[in-house]
């Protein structure tokens, strides 16, 4: 038998037989392993697209919830200030009807002081009155005394009325 190419047979039947063993080898480790390693691969990598579609959605609804967050923010915001202002218009309300009541309370109090010295006035007129008619008395003693006679005492009486007018007696 002629060589071909110089390898001898034995190595050629080795190299052919080593090629299909090789060739089997793959198909049953590509079988075996490679299979399942491509499915955990294929598993991992829709695990991350799942991960990555769940956080964009996150981030999306983040944003919401932030978005609501600052509306709410701005409404609390101004709902404070329009508490602030309600209180603001009752204590105006408040400190207006407390300077009315103590404007009422000074014209009460002028009114009473007024009528204080009224009373004073008319007690003072009173105890005038009273020293005239005392004044009167010892004048109608003195009268007495010096013997007037009751001609002289009705024109005394009735030139002292009439100097001191009827309404002095009459009030």
């Excluded at 404070?80 to 404007?103: F, M, S, T, V």
């Excluded at 003195?142 to 009459?170: F, P, R, Y």
């Amino acid at each position: 038998m002629d060589r071909l190419i110089g390898f001898d047979p034995q190595l050629l039947h080795d190299a052919v037989l080593t090629g299909i063993n090789v060739f089997i080898l793959f198909f049953a480790l590509s079988y075996l392993l490679f299979n399942p390693v491509r499915e955990v691969l294929e598993k991992r990598r829709k695990k991350i697209s799942d991960e990555l579609d769940q956080a964009a959605a996150d981030k999306t609804d983040a944003g919401a919830l932030k978005a609501e967050y600052e509306a709410k923010l701005k409404d609390i915001n101004k709902e404070a200030e329009e508490i602030l202002e309600a209180a603001r218009r009752k204590a105006k309300i408040r400190e207006d009807e407390i300077i009315g009541e103590a404007r009422a309370e000074a014209a009460r109090i002028i009114e009473r002081g007024s009528r204080e010295a009224e009373l004073e006035k008319k007690k003072a007129a009173d105890e005038l009155k009273l020293e005239l008619v005392n004044i009167a008395a010892m004048m109608a003693e003195k009268a007495i005394g010096n013997s007037i006679t009751v001609q002289i005492q009705d024109t005394l009486i009735d030139e002292t009325l009439k100097e001191m007018g009827e309404s002095t007696w009459q009030s």
